[in-house]
């Protein structure tokens, strides 16, 4: 089992930057793939970006290219997305999931998500 926390949601003018983190309890945190996901009101829950265990690899939703960044930090069990130019259409509740076996754009292939983190960006 891993539990996932996620922080550092907000309300953000657009334009602007935030920075999400999401915490694993566990020490084999670094042979997880993460993604963060994300969902709007009344829309399905959707990908934004995940990342391999290793850090090495990385991949990104279109409409966030550019501009949203996935890292982590296996040391200390955290994985990050830094969110720059951001814009009222990002808003959204995102989540962060962890995969035990597939790096994966899909929604099946992760195993464990956090409770998510509110992201409101005012135009």
């Known amino acids: 089992q891993v539990q996932l926390v996620e922080s550092g949601g907000g309300l953000v003018q657009a334009g602007g930057s935030l920075r999400l983190s999401c915490a694993a309890s566990r020490r084999t945190f670094s042979s997880y793939h993460m993604g963060w996901f994300r969902q709007a009101p009344g829309k399905e829950r959707e990908f934004v970006a995940a990342i391999t265990w290793s850090g090495s690899s990385t991949t990104y939703a279109d409409s966030v290219k550019g501009r949203f960044t996935i890292s982590r930090d296996n040391a200390k069990n955290t994985v990050f997305l830094q969110m720059n130019s951001l814009k009222p259409e990002d808003t959204a509740v995102y989540y962060c999931?962890?995969?035990?076996?597939?790096?994966?754009?899909?929604?099946?292939?992760?195993?464990?998500w956090g409770q998510g983190t509110q992201v409101t960006v005012s135009s």
């Open positions: 999931a962890a995969a035990a076996t597939r790096w994966s754009r899909l929604r099946s292939d992760y195993d464990y």
